[in-house]
């Protein structure tokens, strides 16, 4: 084997480019009590906050990007202190050639950007960063243990523009970005090595990035041996967006409900190695949306689904849907819109696995255009 395939290495490819960091320290995902959550005002006006905030992302990006054919006059100036603080990394003292460890210089740049100028809350006890931009300068950086974000409350934060790569050293139930709010935390699902995770938090944007063990474009010989995890959502309310997974045992892991995952595109280890591209660990409590999502060799395995949607996704090599009994509930499925190509070897495109017990409580609601 080669000494890039031991290493057991996860890459970020032109980085987060809009990680939107809102809540590190959420609650635990819980049901939702609707009854409660109307009457409760203190809740509401949160949202509302909330809302202004998103709104106010939008309002910044349309007065970001430059118009072709416009009558409107140019946007004033902003006025000095609200615009972005940028932490370049190279200034800190890491090295983008990727030989010299740079996980002390990173953890500075982070620290500074958390500890730098900031535009009020954007609720209560999360600290508005403005928009601040750590950027990676196309750099390849190599890195011993994990990039925790501090767990204070803090939000509106942006990784962008190079590569981080883990050591020989580099702990094997460590995260390369880790959100998570203790700093004795690791992976519970017993994977060699992990990507990013997402614990207990929510409202966090993944978006514009490559991840993997070992870079590859497919068709690799190790692809046997791909280990790991690259995305772990264990929170709540997240959103993973135009992300491609090329080389790790499970492309995205979630855990926590009503996440939404759109135009992923898992190749991470095909599933005759094994692999699967969209695991689905939170039995009951699913409320996942997969939509537009390419699904390369690799399949979806949700347990016990509830309140799934997959649609609008393209499976191909014989791809399919593991849908998995755990206590037998299955309510509220959608799988529509979808299209499957294989070798015609009478794969099914949608499968239960009932070796744990039969699904006992199905309602109406799976369908699909094949």
Excluded: W
């Excluded at 031991?6 to 970020?12: A, D, E």
């Excluded at 992302?57 to 202190?81: D, E, K």
């Excluded at 500890?115 to 750590?134: D, Q, R, T, V």
């Excluded at 190695?273 to 695991?279: D, N, P």
């Amino acid at each position: 084997m080669e000494p890039a395939m031991q290493r057991k290495m996860l890459t970020i490819v032109m980085g987060l480019a809009s990680l939107l960091i809102v809540h590190v320290n959420g609650e635990t995902s819980l049901p939702f009590d609707h009854q409660k959550l109307a009457s409760d005002g203190h809740y509401l006006d949160q949202m509302q906050k909330m809302q202004a905030f998103k709104h106010s992302l939008l309002t910044r990006r349309q007065l970001a990007t430059p118009s072709t054919i416009s009558s409107s006059p140019a946007p004033a100036p902003q006025p000095p202190g609200s615009r972005p603080s940028v932490y370049e990394v190279t200034t800190y003292g890491a090295d983008p050639t990727g030989k010299l460890d740079s996980t002390e210089a990173l953890l500075r740049a982070i620290t500074d950007a958390f500890n730098g100028p900031s535009e009020g809350f954007l609720m209560k006890g999360i600290k508005n960063l403005g928009g601040a931009h750590i950027i990676l300068q196309g750099g390849n950086y190599l890195i011993s243990k994990p990039l925790r974000l501090p767990a204070a409350g803090a939000g509106n934060l942006k990784i962008s523009g190079g590569t981080l790569t883990a050591s020989d050293d580099f702990p094997t139930d460590g995260y390369l970005i880790d959100l998570s709010a203790s700093s004795s935390s690791s992976s519970s699902y017993n994977y060699d090595t992990e990507g990013i995770l997402v614990q207990n938090g929510h409202e966090t944007y993944i978006r514009n990035s490559f991840l993997g063990q070992h870079i590859t474009a497919g068709g690799d010989p190790g692809e046997r041996n791909f280990s790991g995890t690259a995305i772990n959502l264990m929170g709540n309310d997240n959103a993973v967006t135009d992300v491609v997974i090329f080389s790790a045992a499970i492309g995205v892991m979630v855990s926590g409900q009503a996440n939404t995952l759109s135009g992923v595109h898992c190749y991470n280890k095909a599933t005759g190695y094994g692999g699967t591209g969209i695991y689905l660990k939170l039995p009951s409590l699913t409320q996942t949306r997969i939509v537009n999502c390419y699904m390369d060799y690799t399949g979806i395995v949700a347990e016990d689904p509830m309140q799934l949607t997959i649609s609008n996704s393209f499976f191909l090599g014989d791809a399919f849907i593991l849908l998995k009994s755990i206590n037998g509930l299955a309510e509220g499925i959608n799988i529509v819109d979808n299209m499957f190509a294989g070798l015609y070897k009478g794969i099914e495109i949608v499968q239960l696995d009932q070796s744990k017990g039969p699904f006992k409580k199905n309602r109406p609601g799976c369908g699909g255009q094949e």
